[in-house]
């Protein structure tokens, strides 16, 4: 998820800071993602035994060793009527975004960074797996509200994700940090 960030200064600190020394989630932030994989499980549920929809893969890897670009994608669903397996992000949103997120443009388009990222996120598992078509199952953690929005595959997106990971790669690769870009996003990294 993190090839999504604009900052490509951040995604190097990630490629090159051992774990053990960077900064902790606050607890209450680890907390809510803790409960993000709870949900994950309780969509899968109801997704298999309240919508009959079958679910294919479980929390498979992809990588390509070329990029460095790697993606855990949620589960791969087969649905009635499509030809093909369907790879699914699942999100639980805080019912204030949950109300937001409409169309597959309320994610790509989001005053969020976090939000936005999920887009790469999922254009990323298309990439990787060759596939025409994603889903995004979004659920909202205070109704139980569950949303789909289709996600195609975005070629000149996909582009530019990999000239982003191919850059990123290289100053990896040279140990020289990108120029640092100034955002609200700054206070999050």
Known sequence: SSIGNNCERAIFYERTIPAELRIAHEPGL???FA??????????RELEFELGVE???RGRDHLDPELQLSGHVDALIRVPGYPDAIPIEIKG????????IRTLADIRENHAAWVRKYYAQLQVYLMLSGRALGLFVLKNKSTGEVRFIACPADAPYQESLREKARRV???VAAGAAPE???????ERC
């Open 180 to 186: 640092r870009s100034i955002s609200s996003d700054c």
């Open 169 to 171: 790669k290289a100053r």
């Open 30 to 32: 680890q907390a809510i």
């Open 93 to 100: 949103l805080n019912p204030h975004m949950a109300q937001r």
């Open 35 to 44: 409960l993000g994989n709870d949900f994950e499980r309780i969509v899968l």
């Open 55 to 57: 679910i294919v893969q």
